[in-house]
């Protein structure tokens, strides 16, 4: 089994500053590891996913997460954030073995201000 | 592409009646998973579909919860009866990937269900 904590549940940063946010999960198994978002009355949409290889992965709209396996991390960066990044920020881990099986965080509100 | 399909998009029942959400996959997807998300929680898998035969249910309570994908596209979740708990966002995903866990889901925009 796996569980996946999301270290801050609310984050608010001004426009154009750079944001971190942390994602750590727990697995006795190796994982797929994903970073999705939710706007408001929207469906989750994926940013980005790391499956094997570079352990810096880019996703859509100039985010990025970096895969730690050392210290089971997945955090997930912008360096410049703008007012349209509002919104709701999940990250998932799905065991190799157990195809489709995402395991959720239960998010983290990006609220970026003018 | 199309995305996925849900209907509809809101409802609102009473404890104890019975209620059923729609979903329409991405053509071509052959997994399908309904997920309950309860406000300031994360999604939870309910159920995993390949095609039309159930791959996951563990976390279904089957007590009140039941879902079907009729010839392998088309699927409906059902609560019968309803409870106060069960008031959530059901998300309906599908994916490509045949080995499931690597591909991403692509989510519908969920029904919002207020159980009064």
């Known amino acids: 089994a796996q569980s996946v904590t999301q270290l801050d549940s609310q984050v608010p940063v001004f426009e154009e500053a750079p944001v971190e946010l942390r994602c750590n999960y727990s697995?006795?198994?190796?994982?797929?590891l994903f970073w999705y978002v939710q706007y408001p009355n929207q469906g989750l949409q994926l940013l980005l996913k790391y499956l094997s290889g570079s352990t810096l992965v880019k996703g859509i709209n100039g985010f990025e997460a970096e895969f730690n396996k050392s210290q089971t991390s997945f955090h997930l960066r912008k360096p410049s954030v703008h007012i349209s990044d509002t919104a709701e920020y999940f990250c998932a881990v799905s065991d190799q073995q157990i195809p489709g099986k995402s395991t959720f965080g239960d998010g983290t509100t990006l609220t970026v201000k003018p | 592409e199309a995305g996925v399909a849900q209907s509809p998009r809101y409802k609102i029942i009473e404890k104890r009646q019975s209620v059923a959400f729609w979903c329409n996959p991405i053509?071509?997807?052959?997994?399908l998973y309904w997920y309950q998300q309860i406000l300031g929680q994360g999604p939870k898998l309910l159920i995993q579909f390949q095609n039309n035969g159930v791959v996951d249910d563990s976390q279904l309570p089957k007590d009140r919860f039941s879902a079907e994908r009729l010839k392998g596209v088309d699927s409906t979740l059902k609560i019968q009866p309803a409870k106060l708990e069960d008031s959530a966002v059901y998300l309906c995903?599908?994916?490509?990937?045949?080995?499931?866990?690597?591909?991403?889901?692509?989510f519908g925009n969920g029904t919002r269900l207020t159980v009064t």
């Open positions: 995903a599908s994916s490509l990937d045949r080995r499931a866990g690597r591909g991403a889901l692509h």
């Open positions: 053509s071509g997807h052959a997994t």
């Open positions: 697995s006795s198994v190796s994982v797929y």
